[in-house]
């Protein structure tokens, strides 16, 4: 089954052509980080219309390199029924004039083409990320391990931070999650206390890096400066607007230089992961799950995946999946094969787009 996905929650514009849930045949993203660089974050009337510039062009490069469908330059090219099976939409979580516009584009061309049309919840597709291999990548097809159930899954994301567990594909019960800010926000906003810019997890996790090569494993030990909230919890929850407050109070009044900055990004790095895997670990050992999930933006996070694969490596029984970094961020190749694993077609008609979806909902 080739499933046409459309994503649109955000600053992303995707559509991607998946085969049975797991090969991605075409992957195309159309961001606009650049826009909301300048403005130090995303302005949602600036990213909707960016994304209703995008969708179109956006759907129709993904159906010519994973369908091989003819485009040409005639507004009549969009009525031709393409040789896919079902088409899938993000209705939510998000910003709402964005899900809009993924929403009923998917719904236009549902009607149009006669093609089923799955609702996804986008924090749920976020999970099937570790489904998916590039159908090009020998490499990754032959490494390439799909998860066991029951499968415990950390989603972290700019908005939100999620615990799940997952006995089978729609079968989800939610642990705990951040009682505020989510962990990609925390990046973002301290990153730009940093002077480091937008978007602030790749900033804050580039110049952690930096500060890190330069440095012993040992001495990584050492970095403590700010709190880890919830540690000492015996919960699945999450807080980070403590951290937040902790590094606004450490920085005021101080010069920053590239060497102190690059210290403060690995001292914030350190503290958001330390919170994130320690509870996904006592999660672990309480579950005992045959399988554990990262996914999410904050996923391509090298530091967390390099902590979590450590750790995880360490529980009899289970395996550890997170997918490449290309594929943890927003795009449309794990709406798809959500709705591939997760098959419930709903009238066009009745699809509507909700921002204030829950992992649960």
């Given amino acids: 089954m080739k499933i046409l996905g459309i994503e649109t929650s955000c600053d992303e514009t995707a559509a991607s052509v998946v085969l049975n849930g797991t090969k991605i045949l075409s992957n195309i993203v159309a961001s606009s980080k650049k826009i909301h660089a300048k403005t130090g974050g995303i302005i949602p009337e600036n990213a909707a219309r960016q ?3 995008s969708i179109i062009p956006v759907i129709f490069q993904a159906l010519k390199q994973g369908v091989n469908l003819k485009l040409n330059r005639s507004p009549s090219t969009i009525y031709n029924s393409p040789t896919i099976d079902a088409i899938a939409v993000t209705i939510g979580p998000g910003l709402i004039g964005s899900l809009l516009v993924g929403v ?4 236009s061309l549902s009607y149009i083409w006669k093609k089923p049309l799955i609702p996804v919840n986008h924090l749920t597709g976020h999970i099937y990320s570790n489904w998916l291999y590039d159908l090009k990548s020998h490499k990754q097809n032959t490494l390439h391990k799909t998860p066991n159930f029951p499968s415990l899954a950390l989603v ?16 989800i019960k939610w642990l705990g999650g951040t009682l505020d800010d989510a962990a990609g926000e925390t990046f973002d906003k301290t990153a ?9 997890g790749p900033a804050i996790s580039k110049s952690a890096d930096d500060y890190l090569t330069h440095h012993s494993t040992s001495f990584n030990k050492k970095l403590s400066l700010f709190p880890r909230p919830l540690l000492n919890k015996n919960n699945f929850d999450f807080s980070f607007s403590g951290l937040k407050t902790s590094v606004l109070n450490e920085l005021k009044h101080k010069k920053l230089n590239s060497k102190k900055i ?30 554990f999930l990262l996914a999410g933006g904050v996923a391509a996070n090298r530091r967390l995946r390099h902590k ?8 009899k029984g289970c395996t550890f999946h997170v997918a490449p970094a290309d594929l943890c961020t927003d ?3 794990y709406i798809a094969s959500h709705a591939f694993f997760n098959y419930h077609p709903a009238p066009w008609d009745r699809i509507t787009a909700n921002p204030q979806l829950s992992i649960t909902d």
């Fill in 156 to 171: 972290v994301s700019g908005g939100h931070t999620d615990l799940v567990m997952l006995k089978g594909h729609n079968k």
């Fill in 192 to 200: 730009r206390l940093l002077g480091l810019g937008y978007p602030g």
């Fill in 308 to 315: 979590l694969r450590s750790a995880v490596k360490n529980m």
């Fill in 51 to 53: 994304q209703i510039k």
């Fill in 331 to 333: 795009n449309a190749a």
């Fill in 104 to 107: 009923e584009t998917a719904k």
């Fill in 262 to 291: 690059q210290m403060y990004s690995a001292e914030i790095q350190e503290a958001i992961t330390d919170c994130l895997v320690h509870k996904s670990i006592l999660a672990a050992k309480m579950y005992k799950p045959k399988s």
